[in-house]
């Protein structure tokens, strides 16, 4: 054979080989890696520990996939040919678009390399070393959160679960607007978890401490979204280091507490403790107290609607039998100039008006914060300005109608011993012009359900019916205890000087539950008496105008009528007719409150049932 075809042979060998090679180099790309590590480990092994490396997330990479920018191994070797900079944001570009806006980037300008350390051992898992490097393990690790999950239980959270990874807000505490962000950020972190029934289950706590929070004031302005100057789960538990009360470093321990609660509450007594940020009004073992003033309230919920929507079902459909389908005609209607009686004073009309408008504004603004959850809560609110503004509203209103509770037992003596009688004191308290409830009354209800079933005539009344002396004696019983639970959580720190801190708890049952029973009652059962009754419908003008014509006197108070005639009193209480503007004012503000109060009324039973 001769040279020449030796060469070629011995070529065609080396193209074979060479093609094999760069096959395999495709194939095992790994091998290919870690013999470049090879040559770099010649001079970096004793800063890198190769076997680590080997073990780490990373280990699939050659150095070169980090560390790029080497073209020529002998001048890197001399020191001209460096590599540059490491870019983690070449294979990282989703965390890296995150991490531009983290606190970490923003504020200290810090590198990936400085949290994720040892860079070339890194491993996967929920780890606090990286952070403790800058935050110091006695701030979290220790106790709490921290000592759980280095002892083994995942389902603790590590910093990132609170705070987030790569994306940690930037909040300047200095603002109260960012510590209100700050606040609901977290707070939604911590429920996140303790609202989970499988991690509960898992770690043996209850889901009722998140349930119970959203029932408290806090929870629900937080729920809608407003989270300044309320308190979140950091502002009691503090942000680390989160330990039992039974911990005597913890925030909550009996010798902590009364200093964790002046942090928000400067003006208290010691008794404030006793109050139960987590109450369950349902669970007599947490309190006994508040539980069978729950019971008390719902049976009072229960037995009044129980009563009167019956009263009222029964009521309709008796007046509608006789008005529309045996034709009788129970009105009269007005004629010009006509003189009617006088029914109200201009002082009773002015005062009812107050009412009407200080009731509204306490619904509107109460009732967002007791059903945070329905969907018109935050609407109502915004409209208000917020929680705080809507507060501030609420107060106003509920000192007006303090005012004229006030004013109303002042003039009670006038209602209860009206002048008209001549006798002693229990007759005028007992008589017929007087608003207290007396023997007739009883006679009256039950030949009011005599009547609803065709047993028997109407009752005939006189100056005051049943129901009217309940809806009077109702108000000295509803504004007693609306009014003073209502000032006690106005005032809590103040009135923890009188009372202990449980009384906060009866306070907020009671205030809740007498405002449902008031609200309601009011727009159904008080509506329907004086205003939806087939035979007033749609509006009963006379508690806006004064006056109503004297054949309807002798329809609906036949014996104050006859009374009246018979003492030769019936010229004194004949008025003339409203005026134009009077009536108008009367159906414009009756007919507006009336469908205002329908609606929220549906708007309330929207939100209880659903």
């Not at 194939?27 to 800063?47: R, T």
């Not at 935050?378 to 705080?388: A, D, E, R, S, T």
Request: net charge positive; proline share 4%; hydrophobic share 40%.
């Amino acid at each position: 054979m001769g040279k020449i075809e030796e060469t070629k042979i011995a070529m065609k060998s080396v193209s074979s080989l060479r093609i094999m090679f760069f096959l395999l180099g495709l194939l095992s790309f790994p091998l290919v890696a870690k013999g470049e590590e090879m040559s770099c480990k010649q001079c970096h092994a004793d800063k890198i520990d190769y076997i680590s490396f080997y073990k780490s997330i990373h280990r699939t990479l050659s150095c070169r996939s980090c560390h790029d920018g080497v073209s020529r191994l002998e001048l890197h070797m001399q020191g001209n040919d460096r590599a540059k900079e490491v870019n983690c944001a070449k294979c990282h570009q989703n965390v890296f678009q995150k991490y531009r806006r983290d606190v970490h980037n923003v504020k200290l300008n810090m590198a990936c390399q400085d949290c994720h350390q040892p860079i070339h051992a890194l491993k996967r898992g929920r780890s606090l070393s990286s952070c403790n490097q800058c935050h110091p393990r006695e701030n979290y690790v220790l106790r709490g959160h921290g000592r759980a999950l280095e002892a083994g239980n995942m389902d603790a959270p590590s910093c990132a679960d609170c705070h987030g990874l790569h994306n940690i807000s930037v909040y300047d505490l200095a603002s109260e607007k960012a510590q209100s962000l700050a606040r609901e950020t977290y707070t939604k972190r911590c429920i996140s978890c303790h609202g989970n029934v499988k991690i509960a289950k898992r770690n043996k706590f209850s889901t009722q401490t998140v349930k119970s929070y959203y029932e408290t004031y806090h929870g629900k302005v937080l729920r809608v979204g407003y989270t300044d100057k309320v308190a979140g789960c950091a502002d009691c538990h503090t942000g680390h280091n989160t330990l039992p009360k039974t911990d005597s470093a913890s925030a909550i321990h009996p010798d902590n507490l009364y200093h964790t609660c002046r942090s928000c509450h400067p003006i208290m007594h010691k008794r404030f403790v006793q109050f139960d940020p987590h109450p369950n009004p349902s669970d007599p073992k947490r309190s006994r107290i508040v539980y069978w003033v729950n019971v008390f309230m719902i049976a009072l919920l229960t037995g009044t609607f129980a009563f009167f929507w019956t009263h009222s079902l029964l009521w309709w459909r008796r007046a509608y039998l006789e008005k529309y389908r045996e034709g009788k005609k129970l009105i009269q209607v007005t004629l010009p100039g006509e003189k009617q009686v006088e029914r109200f004073t201009f002082r009773d009309r002015m005062m009812h008006v107050l009412l009407v408008i200080s009731f509204f504004i306490l619904v509107l603004t109460g009732f967002p914060i007791k059903y945070a959850d329905a969907p018109w809560a935050k609407m109502l609110l915004n409209f208000w300005g917020g929680p705080h503004a809507a507060g501030t509203f609420h107060r106003i209103a509920a000192i007006t109608l303090c005012l004229l509770f006030l004013y109303t037992c002042w003039l009670s003596f006038k209602f209860l011993f009206p002048k008209g009688e001549k006798s002693g004191w229990v007759k005028r308290l007992l008589g017929p012009d007087s608003l207290f409830p007396n023997l007739k009354d009883l006679k009256d209800i039950v030949g009011m359900f005599r009547w609803f079933f065709h047993r028997g005539e109407m009752p005939k009344f006189d100056r005051w019916t049943y129901w009217e002396k309940f809806d009077f004696m109702a108000v000295f019983w509803g504004m007693t205890v609306i009014g003073f639970s209502g000032f006690i959580l106005w005032f809590p720190g103040l009135f923890s000087y009188l009372l202990p801190g449980w009384m906060i708890n009866v306070a907020m049952v009671v205030h809740s539950e007498e405002a449902f029973l008031a609200a309601i009652f009011i727009f159904t059962v008080h509506f329907f008496n004086n205003h939806l009754v087939p035979t007033k419908f749609p509006l009963e003008r006379n508690i806006f105008t004064g006056r109503y014509p004297l054949e309807t006197m002798k329809i609906e108070r036949p014996l104050e009528y006859e009374r009246m005639l018979a003492e030769g009193r019936l010229e004194e209480i004949k008025k003339d007719a409203p005026g134009i503007g009077t009536q108008l004012f009367a159906s414009l503000f009756g007919l507006g409150s009336l469908i205002l109060g329908l609606i929220l009324a549906f708007m309330i039973f929207w939100a209880a049932i659903f």
